[in-house]
């Protein structure tokens, strides 16, 4: 067995209750704000194939977001604004940029929004 990994002495190796007195609060957290979440989701197929109820979705954080079916199988995506409290679905183009194709509202249960 081959091992790039030193060896350590004794009084160097680490063990869980060698911690458990240790207040491992991150005291800089509270001052760090995200205001977007992003999500990458590939577009599924609603009802069968061809027919006119066939749609495409997605579903972030349970909630399904309809698209068009020619989106079907391709990746959106997809980002929370928390402060505007919107989801923006963008597709790549072939150049690289992305283009919007859809926004709406949307709110995050459980967040404390100022």
Do not use: W
């Amino acid at each position: 067995m081959i091992s790039n990994n030193p060896e350590l002495d004794e009084e160097d190796v680490k063990y869980m209750d060698d911690f458990k007195d240790v207040d491992l609060e991150n005291m800089h957290a509270k001052y760090f704000k995200v205001d977007k979440i992003y999500f990458l989701r590939i577009v599924r197929r609603k009802n069968d194939k061809g027919s006119d109820e066939e749609y495409g979705f997605i579903d972030v954080l349970k909630h399904e977001i309809r698209l068009p079916k020619d989106l079907i199988n391709l990746f959106v995506l997809c980002t929370i604004n928390i402060r505007s409290k919107q989801l923006e679905i963008n597709i790549e183009l072939d150049d690289g940029s992305l283009k919007e194709i859809k926004s709406v509202a949307f709110t995050i249960k459980n967040v404390i929004y100022n």
